[in-house]
């Protein structure tokens, strides 16, 4: 049987304690702040940094961690006795976080195999967690399977407060044509393998939280929910709290990580659930 580890990257939002108690391995994406680099999840702490997100200037920008950092990621889990990895990555549309993954397994022949989630956030994060958990079996291909499993059935929706940083991103090339007449609404996203999607508009929060509840509802049965957010914990802790009794495991709440929050804005809201089989 092969010990087989797990690795993400930052943009997962798998909580910490969760991550080493699964022994899953997390590489920091990069954030750029006035022209200097910063890891994510260091120097600056999630709540602080989307405090000052709309004051920022030059605004922040983003950068996968190169292929060297997952490299040395690797080689120094074949040194602790793994035998083979799994790298589950964000969506390689949206990140060149999966490409540089790539280019460094390169390096180990076939004893890295590297996924591309088409995901982000928690989307991304219950796909590494489903691995971990297959990883026991010592299968590679059981790992692989159950990252498809779990990815088609993830539901990532998103209720954006503000179209500012999205417009500043140019991540999503439709948001530039139509922002003139949608500054002051409340906008859905969906993000569905690898592709974000416009969902439509509230013209405010209290009705957008209420239709977000709605699609929630409409999912059924749930194996894991996690409510996510960029500074709107109070929102968030509600939300969860409502949806609680829908799945087995206490429902998640995370503040998105900086890199991700830098293109969606402050006071986000939204949703990742997987659907039962």
Not at 141 to 160: F, G, H, N, P
Request: aromatic letters at 6%; hydrophobic letters at 45%; one cysteine or more.
């Amino acid at each position: 049987m092969n010990k087989i580890a797990i690795v993400t990257d930052s943009t997962s939002d798998i909580p910490e304690n969760l991550a080493q108690e699964l022994g899953i391995s997390i590489v920091p994406a990069i954030l750029i702040l006035d022209g200097q680099e910063y890891l994510d999840g260091e120097s600056i702490t999630r709540e602080e940094y989307y405090d000052r997100l709309p004051t920022f200037s030059p605004p922040p920008t983003t950068s996968a961690p190169s292929s060297g950092m997952f490299a040395s990621m690797y080689q120094d889990l074949f040194q602790k006795g793994y035998d083979m990895i799994c790298s589950v990555h964000a969506a390689s549309t949206l990140s060149g976080i999966y490409n540089a993954a790539r280019v460094a397994a390169e390096g180990f022949k076939n004893r890295v195999t590297v996924v591309d989630s088409g995901q982000i956030s928690m989307g991304l994060g219950f796909q590494a967690i489903g691995a971990a958990r297959a990883a026991a079996e010592g299968s590679i291909d059981r790992v692989v399977e159950t990252i498809a499993s779990v990815r088609q059935r993830i539901k990532v929706v998103a209720m954006l407060d503000t179209l500012e940083q999205l417009k500043r991103s140019g991540r999503v090339s439709w948001v530039r044509s139509s922002l003139g007449s949608l500054l002051k609404i409340k906008l859905f996203l969906e993000v569905q393998d690898g592709n974000v999607l416009r969902l439509g508009e509230a013209r405010t929060r209290s009705k957008g939280i209420l239709r977000l509840a709605e699609m929630l509802e409409n999912l059924g049965p749930l194996e894991y929910l996690a409510v996510v957010h960029t500074n709107a914990l109070d929102d968030a802790t509600n939300f969860a709290e409502q949806f609680s009794p829908l799945v087995p495991e206490i429902p998640l709440i995370r503040n998105v990580t900086t890199v991700i929050g830098t293109h969606v804005g402050v006071r986000g809201l939204g949703f990742v659930a997987v659907k039962a089989e």
